[in-house]
C-alpha cells in the first residue's frame, strides 16, 4: 500500500509540475494603439481619482492623458527600448495637486529608457535611473 501511494504521489506532482508549466505567462508585447492607464509614477501613486494614460500609435506617435492636460510626443521603439522626444501638452490649469503630478509624469515619460512587463503583468516604463511608470492596459468598454 505504501509502495502505491509513492506511485500515485509521484505521478501527481509530475502532472502537477506540467500543469503549472504550462500555466506560466507567454512572453507579453508592448501593444501598439492599446491604451495604458498608469497607476504609479516612480515610487509614487496617483492622486485618487485622477486618470493618466499613454497609447502609442503605429506610425511613431504617442499621446494620453497626463491628468490635466492631454499630451502628445514622437516616440522611438526598438525591442524593449523606448524613448519618447518632443512632449508637448494642450494649456489648460487645474488644481495645484494635479498639476503637480502632471508635471512629474511629464518629467517621467521624457526620462524613459525601455520598457518591460513585471511579473503580475504590469507594463512598466524605466527610466535611466530609479523606479518605473507603472501601467495596466485600459480594459474600459470605450476603449476596445
Partial sequence: MKKLTLILGCGLLASGCSFLSQQQPQQQQLQLEQQYIVE????????DRSHLSISLQAEGKAGGFAG????????????????????????KVCAPSLMEQEQRYLEALSQIVRWDFGEHGQLQLWPQQGAPIRLWPDTSPDNN
Avoid: D, K, V
Fill in 68 to 91: 490635466c492636460n492631454n499630451w502628445f510626443a514622437s516616440y522611438q521603439l526598438s525591442g524593449n527600448q523606448l524613448a519618447l522626444e518632443q512632449i508637448a501638452t494642450t494649456r
Fill in 40 to 47: 504609479w509614477i516612480g515610487e509614487r501613486p496617483l492622486i
